[in-house]
């Protein structure tokens, strides 16, 4: 069986490539510009003859892929922490504008937009789309962070529509939240392993009902509320 990993340019991708290589399954992993190609998918070519292939693409020009049985979306950008709430409540909403809040929803939902266009041209069995619990309206319980707020609630409801509008067309299709993980040795010790990570957004994807409605689960297999 092989797997489409998209959004392979960043840790949770690469991450994703990883622990399918690690079962001996075979990879496609693609690479949405502007990004490029990292070295990394070239040593793991190496070090896995023959089950890993790559491209680079860009949203609107679809390449011709090999026949996938699985996709993992992984396009969503690493969330910035949130500074501490003002001493002033209405600070960061007077600094609004709408053409800040449409900028940071654009930069957030785009990437993941083009991958879930793109796997409907692939046409996989199953796919996970990796979504963010900030996008979860009733997760909000600081003040502040409008902008931010707006653009994660706006890629998990897309993230949700797509999820059924693929399960509808016959794609078995989950949504995922990876959480907080650790980049390197030093993050946080709260944060979960990025490999244990990967490895569980694997799992969900495989274990996900394609006669029941699309779920949100985290890399653990836990029911999020949307």
């Not at 622990?19 to 896995?48: F, K, M, N, S």
């Not at 963010?132 to 529509?161: C, D, F, N």
């Not at 990570?197 to 999020?224: K, Q, S, Y």
Request: overall charge negative; glycine content about 10%; charged content about 20%.
């Amino acid at each position: 069986m092989t797997m489409l990993i998209l959004g392979a340019h960043g840790p949770l991708g690469l991450a994703c490539v990883r622990a399918v290589l690690a079962t001996g399954g075979a990879v496609v992993a693609g690479v949405q510009a502007p990004h490029r190609l990292p070295p990394a998918l070239q040593d793991l070519r190496d070090e896995h003859p023959g089950q890993l292939a790559s491209f680079a693409w860009k949203a609107g020009s679809w390449p011709p892929l090999p026949a996938v049985t699985r996709a993992i979306i992984a396009e969503l950008p690493i969330p910035p922490t949130q500074l501490d709430e003002s001493d002033d409540p209405a600070a960061d909403l007077r600094a609004l504008s709408p053409e800040r809040a449409l900028a940071e929803s654009q930069a957030v939902v785009a990437g993941t937009l083009a991958a879930i266009q793109l796997v409907t041209q692939a046409r996989p069995a199953r796919v996970l789309i990796q979504a963010s619990w900030l996008g979860v309206t009733g997760e909000k319980i600081r003040g502040g962070g409008y902008a931010l707020g707006m653009a994660y609630a706006a890629h998990l409801m897309l993230a949700r529509t797509a999820a059924l509008d693929l399960q509808r067309g016959g794609i078995a299709t989950v949504v995922g939240n990876a959480g907080r993980y650790r980049l390197d040795m030093s993050g946080p010790g709260f944060h979960a392993d990025i490999d244990d990570v990967a490895r569980g957004l694997v799992a969900v994807l495989d274990a996900c009902d394609p006669e029941a409605e699309p779920e949100f689960r985290d890399w653990r297999g836990t029911i999020r509320r949307w």
